[in-house]
């Protein structure tokens, strides 16, 4: 099995800057598209907070789709602030992977798992994944 470290950086501060943005607002959301609900509404950054924007990164991963498109900065802002724009999850998606999107992208902050409750989360999945492929082989070879 191969085994790589996972990273995780600073989703929302690395933004292009145009003289005609305002760099309080950059300053004070980072990247409206990456950012949570609580960052948007001005109640703080929280850890919780850094997992609303992994998993706005991860959704656009899985789905290889950019995360509201189509839609300006300015009503994502105030439609995510209030809680009424979310993203879709594919239904094809397996129901493990659908649950841990729905918990990344949960507007309540408090329903959002750590970091490594996420690690522990996807090494299970994968574990099962090939528990399951392996089963699968032993089938089709008789073994």
Known sequence: MISLPLQVADF?????????????????????FYAAPEVLRGDGFYPASDVWSY????????TGKLAYEGMNGGLVF??????????????DFPPPLRFLISRLLAFDPAERPSFQEIAF???????????????????????
């Open 55 to 62: 998993g706005v990164a991860f959704w656009e991963a899985l």
């Open 12 to 32: 929302g501060v690395a933004t292009a800057f145009v003289p005609s943005d305002s760099p309080s607002v950059l300053a004070l959301y980072g990247n409206v």
């Open 78 to 91: 105030t439609r995510v602030a209030a809680g009424l724009l979310s993203l879709k999850i594919p239904k």
């Open 121 to 143: 989360f996807l090494e299970d999945m994968q574990a099962k994944s090939l528990s399951a492929i392996e089963r699968d082989l032993d089938d089709f070879f008789g073994l």
